[in-house]
């Protein structure tokens, strides 16, 4: 397979990126919006080697059942589902096609959390994950309340912004959810605008993982707390700084956000050429390797507490 044939399902930002991307990696791609899309009609088709899902995050389900029936497969945008029977169900219908698909957590292609994986963290006791963005600033010509994220089932700011939850359980594995508070907004009840997830590892580390729609300057950080050296990390800058009685190490890394999107596609692109057997990545975010991730999403979004609402004018 020279060049493989790609579907890439959803016309928003994410969708238009996935298929620039693999055109530049040069796979052939038909772009369908959902709008447009016709699920017998895609059934029926047999020119297709792969599928990218990038749809709202509500409309999950019934196109990975479809692609599993084609024997196609896909990587699908996260969050995977807010609901734990939900995902149940997506990996009980993928089983045919799980090995050769992806979840779309691209962070785990940035360089400094690979920094942080090359590290022995055994003596971290402690963590804090947060980023921040006022949504009303994401994109131009652009509502908030006309997005997939306005909606109560399946929005929100936990499952827009998950990939700080999967950092932190790709760092800590087995981490178990203690809290979920959560502040909303009175025009979207049910959506939460700011979430902190209150975390913990058998025997330690414990932390926290904070997302919210508010914050009037991006930020995107993490702090490790060690026996021997705390860790600080700005992934925008980015910056990596190792701080000891001694003293402390700084380490910066040039690259441009796309190259992570860029890097995750080429996996699964080597996924659908080479099969289950590529080498790709060690981190690549498999769809079983993710199960951990998304489950914790999705216990996470069932057990928010809301506290109050924030006096955010939505306009």
Not at 106 to 132: K, N, Q, T, V, W
Not at 161 to 184: I, K, T, Y
Not at 229 to 242: A, G, M, T, Y
Request: with cysteine; proline share 5%.
């Amino acid at each position: 397979m020279v060049s493989p044939h790609v579907a890439v399902i959803g016309a928003g930002s994410i969708g238009r990126r996935h298929a620039a991307n693999l055109a530049e990696l040069g796979a052939t791609v038909t772009h369908i919006g959902w709008r447009d899309f016709d699920a017998a009609a895609f059934e029926a088709r047999r020119d297709l080697d792969a599928v990218v899902i990038a749809t709202a995050t509500q409309i999950r389900l019934p196109l990975i059942a479809l692609c599993a029936r084609m024997g196609l497969p896909f990587y699908v945008e996260k969050p995977l589902t807010w609901s734990l029977s939900e995902l149940t169900a997506i990996h009980a219908a993928a089983a045919p096609v799980a090995e050769r698909s992806m979840v779309g957590f691209m962070m785990r292609y940035h360089p400094l959390l690979g920094a942080l994986l090359a590290e022995d963290l055994s003596d971290i006791y402690a963590f804090a994950f947060e980023i921040g963005h006022d949504v009303r600033q994401w994109r131009p010509n652009w509502r908030f309340g006309d997005s997939y994220a306005a909606r109560p089932e399946g929005g929100g700011v936990l499952l827009d912004l998950s990939h700080e939850v999967d950092m932190a359980q790709l760092l800590f594995p087995g981490l178990a959810l203690h809290a979920v508070n959560s502040l909303g907004q009175a025009e979207f009840p049910g959506v939460d605008f700011a979430t902190t997830l209150q975390l913990a590892a058998p025997g330690g580390p414990v932390g926290t993982v904070s997302m919210d729609y508010l914050s009037p300057v991006f930020l995107r950080r993490a702090r490790l707390r060690g026996l021997s050296r705390n860790i600080e990390i700005d992934f925008l800058v980015p910056v990596l700084r190792i701080v000891t009685p001694e003293g402390s190490q700084t380490r910066a890394c040039t690259f441009e956000r796309n190259e992570m999107f860029l890097a995750a596609m080429g996996d699964f692109l080597a996924l659908v050429r080479e099969g289950a057997g590529a080498r790709i990545n060690a981190q690549a975010p498999r769809l079983a390797a993710t199960l951990p991730s998304d489950r914790l999403v999705a216990e996470a979004w069932g057990r928010r507490v809301f506290q109050g609402n924030v006096a955010l004018d939505m306009g």
